[in-house]
């Protein structure tokens, strides 16, 4: 479910490839956490989370996941969480080449990674969860105002909205838009930018920057997983995503 393609001077890309949609899993969750934490041990300096062309990813695989009970459920959210934790808290930076759609959970590894390249053309990207029964998780909203200001974090969460890579690099949820074909390059060139530099000036400069997301993830990490628990067994949630389950099977 994730193809590992080493690049130049350390720089190690990890594709997702779980077609069509590149939806999380437990097994693409797992295996995405395991692969950023034992990055840098294997030797990377920098890391590229890329997806398949016109589609990053499409978020929680909702199918998989209803089929689960109450104990996996649990241990789904926890290594989840836990997986934005190790991309967040990454030793080595991490750049997010965006190669097409992003909602829900594709946005969210977005947002914790160093920088965000989005692919130009008729993609979407956001946090719709509201709108399958889901508030957005305190430690993920509190990241998200980091990126785009209290204001927009507001609008796009409450309402769902996706939106286009042109506004998401308007209101600062990317930080670049470009050709398709040009994302991944672009993503390589990012990192290489930063391995040019002093090392020790960057590690210390990236720390400090990066510093706020230590305390997000202190306060609020344990408190979303169990709103998660809390929210995902209601009957509300369970009706929007059974919903959205039978819509994704009519479009077969």
């Known amino acids: 479910m994730l193809t590992r393609i080493e690049h130049d001077t350390n720089i190690v890309e990890l594709r997702l490839a779980h ?14 956490h395991t692969a950023i934490k034992s990055a840098p041990d294997k ?8 997806g398949a062309e016109g589609m990053f990813s499409a978020g929680l695989d909702v199918p998989a996941l209803l089929k689960l009970d109450k104990a996996a459920m649990g241990a789904f959210w926890k290594e989840f969480i836990s997986l934005l934790r190790v991309i967040a ?12 759609h992003s909602p829900a959970g594709g ?6 990674c160093d920088t965000r390249i989005a692919a130009e053309g008729k993609f979407k990207i956001g946090l719709n969860e509201v709108r399958v029964g889901l508030p957005v998780p305190s430690v993920i909203y509190a990241a998200l105002m980091r990126l785009v200001g209290v204001r927009q974090a507001e609008r796009l969460c409450l309402h769902g909205l996706l939106i286009s890579p042109d506004e998401a690099l308007h209101i600062g949820l990317a930080d670049q838009v470009l050709p398709p074909q040009q994302v991944v390059p672009a993503a390589l060139e ?7 530099l002093p090392t020790n ?24 997983h169990d709103d998660l628990m809390g929210m995902w067994f209601s009957a509300e949630t369970q009706s929007a995503m059974r919903a959205l389950v039978a819509e994704l099977a009519s479009r077969k």
């Open 43 to 50: 030797g990377a300096r920098a890391l590229i989370l890329s």
């Open 19 to 32: 077609p069509p949609a590149n939806a999380l899993n437990p097994a693409l969750v797992h295996e995405l």
């Open 190 to 196: 990012w990192c290489r930018s930063l391995l040019a």
């Open 89 to 100: 808290l990454s030793p080595v930076p991490i750049a997010a080449a965006i190669t097409g």
């Open 201 to 224: 000036a960057v590690a210390a400069t990236r720390k400090l920057a990066r510093a706020d997301l230590v305390e997000i993830f202190a306060k609020l990490g344990e408190r979303s």
């Open 107 to 112: 946005a969210v590894l977005a947002i914790f």
